[in-house]
């Protein structure tokens, strides 16, 4: 088990791959269903959208936003989906979860998920 520092709000994932996984999962959980990765050398890319794709490297995503290029920390994926679901998709009334729904549905598939690694 990974420890965390005291005031870590997120653990330390292990590895891009490992944070993109999580960045997927919860993407999907915003309506983002057809989504692919790939991984490679200490890098992982996550193709969302025609208009988006995401890299995860040196322990941040990375996506570019009306020709900005926006970074969020790879440890808090679900913060990522939730910048990345506001500015791509239009949600409708009532389907957002809060912090604390995708937060725990994240634990839940990664608990699920590590079974199968």
Same mark, same amino acid.
């Given at each position: 088990?990974?420890?965390?520092?005291?005031?870590? =709000? %997120?653990? =330390?994932?292990?590895?891009?791959? /490992?944070?993109?996984? $999580?960045?997927?999962?919860?993407? %999907?959980? &915003?309506?983002?269903? @057809? +989504?692919? &990765?790939?991984?490679?050398? *200490?890098?992982?890319? !996550?193709?969302?959208?025609? /208009?988006?794709?995401? #890299?995860?490297?040196?322990?941040?995503?990375? #996506?570019?936003?009306? *020709? @900005? /290029?926006?970074? @969020? =920390?790879?440890?808090?994926?679900?913060?990522?989906?939730? !910048?990345?679901?506001? @500015?791509?998709?239009?949600?409708?009334?009532?389907?957002? $979860?809060?912090? /604390?729904?995708?937060? &725990?549905?994240?634990?839940?598939? +990664?608990?699920?998920?590590?079974?199968?690694?």
């Amino acid at each position: 088990m990974l420890s965390a520092r005291t005031g870590t =709000p %997120h653990l =330390p994932l292990r590895d891009a791959r /490992e944070a993109t996984r $999580l960045l997927r999962y919860a993407l %999907h959980r &915003q309506g983002f269903t @057809h +989504t692919y &990765q790939s991984n490679a050398s *200490g890098m992982s890319v !996550l193709s969302v959208l025609t /208009e988006l794709t995401v #890299w995860c490297k040196n322990g941040m995503f990375v #996506w570019n936003e009306d *020709g @900005h /290029e926006s970074t @969020h =920390p790879a440890d808090d994926p679900v913060g990522a989906a939730r !910048l990345i679901s506001r @500015h791509y998709r239009s949600p409708a009334p009532g389907d957002d $979860l809060t912090e /604390e729904e995708a937060d &725990q549905a994240v634990r839940a598939f +990664t608990a699920t998920d590590s079974a199968r690694d």
